[in-house]
């Protein structure tokens, strides 16, 4: 008698959900099952499914479930290979690829029932039913990382969370209306400087504008967690837009700037625009008051990210004693410079560190595919510019910036991953850069195929709008009367600004140094009489 006939009689759900515990961790599993398993696998891996000597013999109908527990298994680890994630370019070719066939299985099983759709939560389910459900979880506009997490319940977490509503956002119209403000605001934002000065850097984040309405729901979704103080750094591109439609930094001053006033300060020789920090009060949409930062950013891209950790932890134990839940620091980095600079690895290996952790830090990406003039192919070894991240095991999420809905979805994903665990998350935003490196450059010299694409491509709004148009939320005029009302503010603004002398330099995290006495130059150099 064969001595694992026992296995026709059993139920094959139980065995798949001991076959995937065993991929996950082997050493949970009962030792004589692990030996199975291990048999099993010697015997898949050598002989390309075929029994053979010295191996496990088991039930056909088993070794298929066990073999779709196996492609569950590879769309987990590698989907994030093969996902929708870029908007203006193919993806490169990955092998082998997820075909049913890469796993033991044919085309003839996809109308077979498995018990092994229910360790993805769908229940027994045809094969085709699990593949179309693994697609739409972890090959669409979101490709997720973290099977090399070792810490059981954060993964599991991450399991559970992945397969809620496959992965995708389920947002309600005025939710969705919001989202498309926020991009309006973004887009019309660059487009009014672009036609007011023309030719004047500003780092413009034409091409990832998702990252505004991403900030905003971030902000408000912590903001009801409890979170109080939120400290941010980030480089030049996108930073005005930042300050302005997140942060409430008044437009009038940022034109002043641009119309390159004196500082009302004469001891302050002024920066650029693009490197001025900021401090405010903001009250979220719920009447939470949240105390908002955005350090002052130098031209060494990376730096920015330490002192954004320094503070975090200075208001923890000031503040809070020693409470994360209270503070939440973001770092937005350039995809060439997270991969390129020795600072960046330096922060996340101290980020889990008893005298520097400041409870978790939710890095976002605004990736644009180029690093100055170098496509990233050319600027570095790892696979994504976010692979810094998996240093400290930090899940990493890639996420097409023309998705709006995915984006905010990733984010929301983010913040709760790190209120929970207080660990690190990464999100790799993947959009593009519509103009050079700064709006003085000419990318069709150096970039010629790609900024053909992108020349032709619409902007994340105008996408979002005919989304929201099909689905009935919104007519046509509705994006037209939100852009002329935004851009009408910033005209009166302008006008403002035109007719003050001087520039307004608002001191960072004034708030901190109250009590404390500023003297001028003359009060630190007082005239002594030695007569």
Known sequence: MDKYSFLNSAHTAYF?????????NPDTVEPSWRAFFQGFDFGIENAEGQAIAGTVEVPESVKKEFQVVRLIEGYRTRGHLFTKTNPVRNRRTYSPNLDVENFGLTQEDLSTVFNAGSIVGIGPSTLATIVEH????????????YMYVRNVEKKEWIKERLHQNENHPNFNPDQKKHILNKLNQAVSFENFLHTKYVGQKRFSLEGGESLIPALDTMIEAAADKGVQEFIMGMAHRGRLSTLTNIFGKSPKDIFSEFDGKDYDELVFDGDVKYHMGWTSIRTSDNGKRINMNIAPNPSHLETVGAVVEGITRAKMENKFNGDSSKVLPIIVHGDAAIAGQGIAYEIAQMARLKGYSTGG???????????????????????????????????VMHVNADDAEAVVHAVLFALDFRMQFKADVFIDLLGYRK??????DEPRFTQPKLYKAIAAHNNPRDIYAEKLIAEGIIDRDYVKNEEQAYKSGLEKNLQVSRNEETTLVTPFMEDEWQGYQRVDELGMHPEIITA
């Open 16 to 24: 798949a959900e001991l076959y995937e515990q065993y991929l996950n």
């Open 134 to 145: 693994l697609q739409k979880t972890y090959c669409e506009s979101i490709g997720v990382e």
């Open 361 to 395: 830090t939710i890095h976002i990406v605004v990736n644009n595919q180029i690093g100055f003039t170098t496509n990233y192919l050319d600027a570095r070894s790892s696979t994504y510019c976010t692979d810094v991240g998996k240093v400290t095991l930090s899940p």
């Open 435 to 440: 103009y050079g490196h700064n709006e003085g």
